[in-house]
């Protein structure tokens, strides 16, 4: 009998309890967003300047200039100016031609063109880059 009276006092308080509830799970919500959002940006802050010191490493030019004694110098044809690079790798052989593409692309350059041409068993490779 006593629920009939005070029917509407207690739809008030439990719809009070839902809505304290209902912030409080957004609260948590948005706290758990924002350390997530944290942690994505440390990790990627992380990246950014690790790739940016082997970017910046001055050792990487003597790196490239390893690309001239991979195959003989007969097969090479290279042209240098600052920080960019064409060269021309002809009549590669099948192991010649993966080692000269392993130490390209473990590089850190930029490849602006690169052209591969097989002929007989034979490789030719051109390759623009920039550092």
């Known amino acids: ?14 719809s009070i309890c839902m809505l304290f509830g209902a912030f409080i799970y957004k609260k948590k ?7 997530d959002t944290n942690t994505i940006i440390l990790q990627e802050t992380k990246k950014i300047i690790a790739l940016k010191k082997v970017w910046a ?4 030019i003597a790196k490239i200039r390893t ?17 960019k690079l ?3 790798f002809l ?3 099948p ?21 591969v041409k097989e002929m007989n068993s034979k490789y030719t490779v051109e390759m623009k880059c920039k550092w």
Not at 29 to 35: A, C, E, G, M, P
Not at 57 to 60: G, I, L, P, T, V
Not at 67 to 83: A, F, H, M
Not at 95 to 115: A, R
């Open 1 to 14: 009998m006593q629920f009939k009276l005070y029917k509407n006092e207690i739809i008030i308080v439990l």
């Open 29 to 35: 919500l948005q706290d758990t967003q924002k350390n």
């Open 57 to 60: 490493d001055k050792s990487s």
């Open 67 to 83: 690309l001239k004694n991979i195959v003989p110098s007969s097969k090479v044809k290279w042209n240098q100016k600052s920080k």
């Open 86 to 88: 064409s060269v021309s």
């Open 91 to 93: 009549d590669l052989s």
């Open 95 to 115: 192991k010649e031609f993966n080692s000269v593409i392993t130490k390209i692309m473990n590089l850190p350059i930029e490849i602006i063109i690169l052209e």
